[in-house]
C-alpha cells in the first residue's frame, strides 16, 4: 500500500471512530502509569485521541488554604526540565480537532477534608475558582472535572452542610466558567446508598456539563464475599448494579442528556476461602493477586489481566444476569469487563438516552495490542455506541453462555521491583462501597488538637483523621493506598518521592 493510501486509509478511520456516534466517549487517564515500567509504562504519547471525545488528565490538588495545585510539578510542568505534559496532553487536540481536555481535580487520594473545607468558605471558594480557571486556561484544557470523594462522607469536617456547599461551589464555578466558555463536569458515587448522602442531584446537574457515574467498584476483596466490579444486572438478595445506579440518578432529577455512564477498563481480585466454593457470592478471604504493572494487590488492568489468560491455565465463566465475565484459578477470583460485557452495558445504557461512556482509565486498556487489536475495550465502546452489528473481540472474550476454557500453563512473570516506580490504586474514582482500611487507635488524644487529618510521627504511609467523640478528639488511624505516603502540606497521599519523609 503507497503511502498516501495509508494516509488516506488512517483518516477514514479517524472519521469512522470520531463521527460514527453522537454520543460522548469520557476517557480518565492516570498519569502515573508514566512512571510504570515495561509493557506497563503509559505515556501521553501512547493515547489514541480518536478514540475519546473527552480527556481528563488525573489528578490535581487542592491545598488546605483552597489553591489548585500540581501535585506532581516535574511531570506537569515545563519548569525545572520538567516533563511539561500538561502541554503534550493538550496537544492531543492536534490530532482530534473536536477534542475536549479536561483537568481533573481531587480523587480518592484528596480525600474530603479539603474540599468540604474549602466549599464552605466564600474566600476559601473564590480562591479554588480562581486558581482552578486559571491553571485550565494557562495550559489549554476545556474544562474542570470536580472529583470530591465524597461530600459529607470519609474525612468530611462539615458533614451534611458539604451537600448544600458542593452545590453553591458548582454554581459559583459555573459563573465564572461561563465567561470563559469552559466545561465543567463531575465524578460521582454510584450506587443510591452513598449518592443519596452526597448530592442534591438537581442542583448538582443543573450547573454542570456531564456528570460522570463511577459505576463500577460495586464489589470488592473488601467484601467478606465474591461480586462482580460492575454487574449490569443482579439477582435477589444482591444490590449494586450499573443498572440500578443509572436509573437511581434519572429518577431523581439528572437529565438523561448529561449522564455518563462509568466502565472499568480493571478487573478486582478476591482470594477465596475455599477453592472448591468458588461461584459468585463464595466466601472470600481478602485481596487477590495485584497486577504486574500496577502493583496494587486486589486490583488488575485489563491489559494484565488479558495476558495472563492467554498464557496460563483459568476457568473463565459468564454470568448471563450480571451479563459479565469472571475467571477462577485455584484460590484465585477475578471479576472484570471484556469487549462483549462493555458492549451490552453500553447498548443498554443507550436505550436510556443517556451522553454516552466514561472510563477508568485507558492506561489499563490492551494499549499495546497484546491480546489483540490494540485498545480493545475502547473500540468495543465505540463501536456499540456507532450501532456496530459487530462487536470487536479479543482471545479472551467470554460466551455469552456459562463456559469453562482451559488455557496452557506457562510460567508467569513476576511484578517487577523498580524504585521509580509510581503506582496508585484506582481508588482515585471508587464509589463508597470501597470501604479503606482503618482502624481506631489508642494513641492519646493530645495528638489531635481539632478535626481533620494529621500525620502519623511513626509511619508515613499512614495518618491519622481526628474526630470529636463523646469524651474528646479521637484519631483514627488510615493507610495510604500503595506506594504513596501521607503528604501533610497538601493533606493528601501523594507520590513518596514529593514528601518528605523521615519514618
Known amino acids: 500500500m503507497s503511502l498516501f493510501l495509508k494516509f488516506v486509509f488512517g483518516v477514514v478511520l479517524l472519521t469512522v471512530f470520531v463521527e460514527g456516534h453522537d454520543k460522548v ?3 480518565y487517564y492516570g498519569t502515573w502509569a508514566t512512571y510504570r515500567s515495561g509493557d506497563g509504562k503509559f505515556s501521553v504519547s501512547d493515547i489514541n485521541a480518536s478514540l475519546c471525545t473527552h480527556l481528563v488528565y488525573t489528578f490535581v ?4 488554604d483552597g489553591t489548585v495545585i500540581s501535585l506532581d510539578p516535574y511531570l506537569d510542568l515545563p519548569d525545572n526540565q520538567g516533563l511539561d505534559n ?3 496532553f493538550n496537544a492531543l487536540k492536534q490530532q482530534n480537532n473536536q477534542l475536549k481536555t479536561i483537568l481533573a481535580v481531587g480523587g480518592w487520594n484528596q480525600g474530603s477534608a479539603n474540599y468540604s473545607t474549602m466549599a464552605a468558605s466564600a474566600t476559601l471558594r473564590k480562591t479554588f475558582i480562581t486558581t482552578a480557571r486559571d491553571m485550565v486556561l ?13 461530600p459529607n462522607q470519609r474525612d468530611s469536617t462539615q458533614g451534611v452542610a458539604d451537600v448544600n456547599n458542593f452545590s453553591l461551589l458548582l454554581k459559583e464555578l459555573r459563573e465564572e466558567f461561563d465567561k470563559h466558555g469552559l466545561l465543567i463536569t463531575v465524578a460521582v458515587a454510584a450506587v443510591e446508598s452513598s449518592a443519596s448522602l452526597s448530592y442534591d442531584i438537581p442542583n448538582v446537574a443543573k450547573y454542570v456539563d456531564l456528570v460522570n457515574i463511577m459505576t463500577y467498584d460495586l464489589y470488592g476483596a473488601w467484601d467478606s464475599i465474591t461480586g462482580h466490579n460492575a454487574p449490569l444486572h443482579v439477582d435477589q438478595g444482591r444490590i449494586y448494579a450499573v443498572d440500578a445506579a ?8 439528572c437529565p438523561p442528556e448529561k449522564v455518563v455512564m462509568g466502565i472499568p477498563f480493571y478487573g478486582r481480585t478476591f482470594n477465596l476461602t475455599d477453592a472448591n466454593n468458588n461461584g459468585v457470592g463464595a466466601p472470600s478471604s481478602g485481596v487477590g493477586f495485584a497486577g504486574q504493572y500496577t ?3 486486589g486490583f488488575v488492568g485489563y491489559n494484565e489481566f488479558c495476558t495472563k489468560l492467554n498464557t496460563e491455565t483459568w476457568d473463565v465463566l459468564y454470568d448471563s444476569i450480571a451479563q459479565v465475565p469472571y475467571a477462577i484459578q485455584d484460590k484465585n477470583w477475578v471479576s472484570y469487563d471484556d469487549p462483549n460485557s462493555i458492549a451490552k452495558k453500553v447498548e443498554y445504557a443507550m436505550n436510556l438516552g443517556i451522553a454516552g461512556a466514561m472510563v477508568w482509565s485507558i492506561e489499563t486498556d490492551d494499549f499495546h495490542g497484546k491480546c489483540g487489536e490494540d485498545f480493545a475495550l475502547l473500540r468495543a465502546i465505540n ?3 456507532a450501532g456496530s452489528s459487530t462487536t470487536t473481540t479479543t482471545s479472551t472474550t467470554t460466551p455469552s453462555t456459562t463456559t469453562t476454557t482451559k488455557r496452557p500453563t506457562t510460567t508467569s512473570t513476576a511484578a517487577p521491583t523498580h524504585p521509580t516506580t509510581v503506582t496508585t490504586t484506582t481508588s482515585t474514582t471508587t464509589t463508597s462501597t470501597v470501604k479503606p482500611t482503618t482502624t481506631t487507635t489508642s494513641a492519646p488524644s493530645a495528638l489531635c488538637t481539632k478535626e481533620g487529618p494529621i500525620p502519623n510521627p511513626d509511619d508515613c504511609s499512614t495518618f491519622f483523621i481526628c474526630v470529636q467523640g463523646n469524651y474528646g478528639m479521637v484519631p483514627t488511624l488510615m493507610n495510604c493506598p500503595a506506594n504513596l505516603v501521607w503528604d501533610d502540606e497538601n493533606k493528601i497521599c501523594n507520590y513518596r518521592y514529593l514528601v518528605k519523609c523521615e519514618a
Request: aromatic share 18%; with cysteine.
Open 295 to 297: 502493583a496494587t494487590k
Open 383 to 385: 463501536s456499540a455506541l
Open 61 to 64: 490538588g487542592i491545598h488546605d
Open 25 to 27: 466517549v469520557v476517557c
Open 246 to 253: 443509572l436509573n437511581y440518578w434519572l429518577s431523581q432529577g
Open 138 to 150: 494557562t495550559y489549554g484544557f476545556d474544562g474542570l472535572d470536580i472529583d470530591w470523594e465524597y
Open 86 to 88: 500538561f502541554k503534550k
